[in-house]
């Protein structure tokens, strides 16, 4: 059985934000206790003047296997838009976790791709 973290300990917090294609976000195991965490992943890209055929997706995959994708017309031109998403990922006792980030574009260009993982104690 897993330890409960100390009643003073104070949650994990790790990020990891770019202003490229991908962003790739590694937490290290801990071999006494499981862990969760609230990933946030957040995409924003500057939307030409003429965005007739601009869109930007973003896809997230956890420890190699695709978790979420979307892909959808940008709005604002000449402004920014983006995409967001969020989950609940439990980590048990002693694996680490990779959590990678990879945005696509046409049209608009990815001005920052974000990753956050926040434990929930």
């Not at 990891?16 to 801990?30: F, S």
């Not at 940008?74 to 998403?85: A, K, R």
């Not at 990779?98 to 993982?117: F, N, Y």
């Amino acid at each position: 059985m897993a330890s409960s973290p100390k009643p003073n300990s104070k949650p994990e917090c790790w990020r990891t934000e770019v202003g490229d294609a991908v962003a790739v976000l590694n937490i290290p195991g801990a071999l006494k206790r499981a862990r969760t965490f609230d990933i946030d992943v957040s995409l924003l890209v500057r939307v030409p003047e003429d965005n007739a055929e601009a869109w930007h997706a973003l896809t997230l995959e956890i420890d190699g296997k695709q978790q979420w994708h979307r892909s959808i017309a940008s709005h604002c031109p000449g402004q920014t838009d983006g995409l967001d998403y969020h989950c609940r990922v439990v980590l048990e006792a002693g694996p680490a976790l990779r959590i990678r980030a990879v945005a696509g574009t046409r049209g608009s260009v990815v001005q920052r791709l974000q990753i956050e993982a926040r434990e929930d104690l």
